[in-house]
């Protein structure tokens, strides 16, 4: 039997997969809601979620690589400011959570805290660059420069 999967379902398919199973295993997954049968109307709307779905997905992309652009331009350097010793190293650390904070407070663009690349704090004065996963296709950099409170 032909179906559609709903939900992922481990070693036989992906959500939105066209798959041929066999007819009691196909029962099984229809009756839980993990696949349903692949009717030419079901197919007809398949391809229009994927449609919607590839748009959307292009749209993200979209924003994405704009966002990336006014990163690297040079004109959105995050400022900073902590304790520091006199050999100019921080008490404390800065984290990608108040890079996040100091990028939407300073100029109201908002990058999730998860998407920096941030393998430890930064621990010391001076500009960093901090590297970001935008996109699975876009990387880019954010400058931040840390300063004596």
Do not use: C, W
Not at 104 to 131: A, C, F, H, T
């Amino acid at each position: 039997m032909k179906v559609i999967f709903t939900q992922d379902v481990r070693n036989k398919g992906q959500r939105g997969e066209v798959k041929e199973i066999p007819d009691g295993y196909a029962n099984f997954l229809i009756k839980n809601d993990k696949a349903k049968r692949a009717s030419a109307a079901a197919m007809s709307k398949l391809r229009g979620q994927q449609h919607a779905e590839a748009k959307k997905e292009a749209e993200i992309l979209a924003e994405a690589k704009d966002l990336k652009e006014k990163l690297e331009s040079g004109k959105y350097v995050v400022e900073l400011k902590a304790k520091a010793g006199k050999d100019g190293r921080l008490f404390g650390s800065i984290t990608s959570k108040q890079i996040a904070q100091g990028m939407e407070k300073q100029y109201g663009l908002k990058i999730d805290k998860r998407k920096m690349d941030l393998k430890e704090p930064i621990r010391s004065m001076g500009y960093v660059n901090v590297p970001v996963k935008l996109h699975n296709d876009v990387p880019s950099k954010i400058r931040v420069h840390i300063s004596e409170q």
